[in-house]
């Protein structure tokens, strides 16, 4: 029989496992609402898609056919 000294042994370890679960859930949760977020995100109504705003910095000179050519190929990977 355990006497009291390792009955609140166990009982800490258990407590200590059990914070530790909760925490690896509130990093999972805060991970998943990140990723989440960045998805939504890029659903913005309106919003410019990357090729198009490539395609707009191209026509207006800001980039040259070089870069162009370079980023728009980054983009289809």
């Known amino acids: 029989m355990m006497d009291g000294m390792g009955g609140m042994m166990m009982w800490m ?16 949760g805060i ?6 977020g960045d ?3 890029d659903r913005i109504p309106g919003a410019e898609s990357p090729d198009e705003v490539l395609k707009r910095r191209y ?5 040259g056919e070089d870069e162009f ?4 190929a980054g983009l289809s990977d």
């Open 13 to 28: 370890v258990l407590w200590g496992v059990v914070g530790l679960v909760l925490i690896v859930f509130a990093v999972v």
């Open 59 to 63: 026509a207006a000179g800001e980039i």
């Open 39 to 41: 998805r939504d995100r």
């Open 69 to 72: 050519l370079i980023k728009r």
């Open 31 to 36: 991970v998943v609402m990140v990723r989440r």
